[in-house]
Structure formats: structure tokens, C-alpha cells
């Protein structure tokens, strides 16, 4: 890995360490006008990755969950968006919730985990604001060359996110968006 991490947002590492280790990226902070696109239109914004993805692809998206963590005051998973249509991936994410800043009714639709992280705030309302905090070069790990189905490691772009729920930082992201073909 080739860090440093950024001083303030999401810890990239400490998020990665949720999860069994191993099979961790490798990674380059760079600034938001360093990445290329397509790249810069689906990662620089304060959109929804959900609605983002989805309207680059024209087909909407699920998740498959890799692994989740349930502890007393959050639930993290590591997470795949895959396209309805083909299945073919087209993100991977680690999303950490910190419970006392959503509704019970929007907890459990998030760790219930059939429906997108970012459509299931949509879907109840909830007031959100999202902060991208960094932005990566990214050299896919064996693991992510495999979902993203690629023979070698092409070069990719991802970032790390707040996700404010009534302004308050609800929600820690990465999001990593599968190399352009």
C-alpha cells in the first residue's frame, strides 16, 4: 500500500481492518483533479454512488455482500454493485453505519442487505449530504481482479466518503470503481 492516508475523513486502513485481513489493494491518495475520466464522473460529486453508478452503466444495480461485521454500535459490510442485467461488477465498497444516527426502520433495511446502501436512504428519506474526503489510484488486489474479471491488474479510482444522515457523519465509505474496459 502505498499510503499516507489523508489527515481527516474515513480511515481507509481502519475500515479495511473491520474484515480478516489480507487481500488489500494497493493505493495512491491523489486529488480530485487528478482523476481521469470516466473515473472523475462517477467518483468527484456529492451524489449517491447507487444513482451514479446506475445511471452510467443504464441498468440498475444490487449488492452482494462479502463479508459484514455486526458490532453494539455499528454494522459494517464489504460490499459488490452488480449490474441487474449482466451481473457484472461494477463497484466494491466498505460501508460502516454508526446505529444512534439512523431509525430503527432504516437500520434494519441496511442490515438486512437486499437493497443498496444508497437507494435504502433514498427509499426512507432521509436527509443526507455526502462528503467525499480523498480520492485513490488503485491497483487491484487478486480478489478484486477476480470479481472485476480481469486477467491482469488494471488500474482503477475509488474514495472514501462521509455520508452526513441530518448532518451528523452517519456513515464511513470506500468505494472503488471497477477499471474501465
Known amino acids: 500500500m502505498n499510503l499516507p492516508a489523508p489527515s481527516q475523513g474515513p480511515d481507509y486502513q481502519a475500515l ?13 491518495f491523489v486529488s480530485g483533479a487528478e482523476v481521469p475520466e470516466p473515473y472523475h464522473s462517477l467518483l468527484v460529486h456529492e451524489h449517491h454512488m447507487t444513482v451514479t453508478v446506475e445511471g452510467h452503466h443504464g441498468d440498475l444495480v444490487y449488492t452482494q455482500i462479502l463479508d459484514r461485521h455486526l458490532a453494539p454500535d455499528f454494522y459494517a459490510r464489504k460490499i459488490l454493485l452488480c449490474l441487474e442485467k449482466s451481473h457484472r461488477v461494477v463497484q466494491f465498497g466498505i460501508v460502516r453505519v454508526f446505529y444512534k444516527h439512523l431509525t430503527d426502520p432504516v437500520r434494519e433495511a441496511i442490515v ?50 462521509y455520508i452526513h444522515c441530518d448532518e451528523q457523519p452517519a456513515v464511513e465509505l470506500i468505494e472503488i470503481v471497477a477499471p474501465a474496459s
Request: proline fraction near 13%; charged fraction near 15%.
Open 16 to 28: 479495511y481492518g473491520l474484515f480478516a485481513p489480507g487481500d488489500v489493494p494497493e493505493v495512491r
Open 112 to 161: 438486512a442487505g437486499q437493497t443498496p446502501f444508497g437507494r435504502v436512504l433514498i427509499q426512507h428519506n432521509v436527509l443526507r449530504r455526502i462528503e467525499p474526503t480523498a480520492y485513490m489510484h488503485v491497483i487491484p488486489s487478486p480478489a478484486m481482479m477476480k470479481w472485476f474479471n480481469l486477467d491482469r491488474p488494471l488500474p482503477t479510482y475509488g474514495r472514501l466518503a
